[in-house]
């Protein structure tokens, strides 16, 4: 069984060490604190952007490890408030640079990308 580790007093620092490939930025995140209908309580505590599926794999194990909850944007707007940060130490994931496709299935009607 895996045991959460303290925050440290910079666990942003901490994230970007352990990440460095990934585009992390704490600039203007107030566009992510609403959606069409919505307004959050808090701002994300950053924006992160992966680029493969590696990438998501290493974000989502780091984010448990430092106590980081993730909000998932794939790009386009939300009107259910979905991708709002639901507390102070919210990472905003935004997927949009994943636009690589991976199946496009006619019959079923789906787009898998990455």
Do not use: C
């Amino acid at each position: 069984m895996m045991t959460a580790q303290p925050r440290s007093a910079a666990p942003l620092d901490d994230l970007t060490a352990r990440l460095p490939n990934l585009a992390i930025t704490t600039d203007d995140l107030s566009l992510y604190g609403t959606d069409v209908y919505y307004g959050a309580e808090h701002l994300p505590a950053a924006l992160v952007r992966p680029w493969d599926e590696t990438d998501v794999v290493k974000l989502v194990q780091a984010a448990r490890e430092l106590g980081f909850s993730l909000n998932m944007r794939g790009g386009g707007l939300s009107y259910s408030a979905g991708y709002l940060a639901k507390n102070d130490h919210s990472l905003l994931v935004d997927l949009s640079a994943m636009t690589e496709i991976i199946e496009l299935n006619l019959t079923d009607r789906f787009v898998t990308v990455q």
